[in-house]
């Protein structure tokens, strides 16, 4: 199947200034989707004229299901996009996922899911694969799909939650799904990467608890060497680690650096 999967453009303005950071979700759901054809579209690249960066991509790789990922702050731009998608052809399917969809599945406004076909609600790996599967079915089954939410007629079913992924089972990220590159942290080419997932704290401030609940889990070191060897093979010399506390067990930290 081909799929197009897109991380909104949407940025704070100083952190324009500074870097341009490509997004590690959507490569690690295209390196957790062995077999199929995926890209990779980060839209912070394609900026201010994402409209047609959308519509090229479309016209030349013609995607059976488009992936849309957004924050609170992107959603609007999700739905913007999404709109593009539709009036390209109606017949693509559309799943949004990322902390926005993944938290707010249930109060999504009736006109915002008559846009959409599916939510990836939490990580994303495993579920979206999932669903590929079942796509491919003659007659899929989408209540099979734990984590799941999809539309069945007038109404929106939300299936339940999936239990946390074994991080050792993970594939590695696939950055050559990337339809473009130019990411920067000052004057260094960059990468983004992770060495584990979640943070046991209750911050107020910060969503992940409402994500992950209270847990913390390590990539296998092995892993995190292997992937950042792959980044620098691709030329970057700058890593940013989007883990969600990552001095919280000091001594796989330790042990990473
Ligand atoms: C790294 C990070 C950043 C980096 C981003 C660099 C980059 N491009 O990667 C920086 C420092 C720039 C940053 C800034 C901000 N961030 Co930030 N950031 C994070 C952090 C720590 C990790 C995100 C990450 O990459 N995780 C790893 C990937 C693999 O996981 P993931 O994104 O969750 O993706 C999985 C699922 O969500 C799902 N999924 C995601 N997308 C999709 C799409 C589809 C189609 C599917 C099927 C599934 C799916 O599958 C993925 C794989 O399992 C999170 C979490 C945290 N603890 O704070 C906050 C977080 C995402 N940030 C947040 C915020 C608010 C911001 C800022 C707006 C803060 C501010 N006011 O300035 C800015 C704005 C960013 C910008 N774009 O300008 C919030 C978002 C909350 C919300 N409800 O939207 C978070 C959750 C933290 C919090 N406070 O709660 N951030």
């Not at 890209?39 to 299901?65: C, G, N, Q, S, W």
């Not at 599967?133 to 339940?160: C, D, I, K, M, T």
Request: hydrophobic fraction near 40%; charge should be neutral; proline fraction near 5%.
């Amino acid at each position: 199947m081909r799929i197009l999967l897109l991380a909104m453009p949407d940025t704070v303005d100083f952190i324009d200034n500074a870097a341009r950071s490509p997004n590690l979700a959507l490569v690690s759901l295209a390196g957790n989707l062995p077999g199929h054809d995926v890209k990779v579209m980060d839209l912070v690249l394609y900026k201010p004229d994402i409209r047609r960066a959308v519509e090229k991509v479309l016209a030349t790789f013609r995607p059976h299901l488009v992936g849309l990922s957004a924050m609170t702050f992107q959603y609007d731009t999700l739905l913007r996009v999404a709109q593009v998608v539709r009036r390209f052809d109606p017949g693509i399917k559309m799943v949004a996922g990322g902390y926005h969809p993944s938290l707010m599945a249930r109060e999504l406004s009736e006109e915002d899911l008559r846009l959409l076909d599916f939510i990836v609600r939490g990580e994303g790996e495993a579920t979206l694969g999932e669903l590929v599967a079942e796509l491919e079915h003659a007659q899929p089954g989408f209540s099979r799909v734990a984590g799941l939410s999809y539309r069945q007629g007038a109404h929106w079913e939300h299936n339940a939650h999936r239990p946390l992924l074994d991080l050792d089972q993970l594939l590695l990220p696939r950055r050559d799904s990337r339809v473009d590159e130019g990411f920067f942290f000052l004057d260094m080419p960059m990468d983004v990467a992770e060495t584990s997932r979640g943070c046991p704290f209750n911050c107020k401030f910060c969503s992940i608890n409402r994500i992950y609940g209270n847990t913390y889990r390590r990539f296998p070191l092995s892993r995190i060497i292997a992937d950042l060897k792959a980044i620098r093979r691709r030329g970057a010399r700058s890593v940013f680690f989007v883990d969600d506390n990552i001095t919280y067990d000091i001594d796989h930290f330790r042990q990473v650096c």
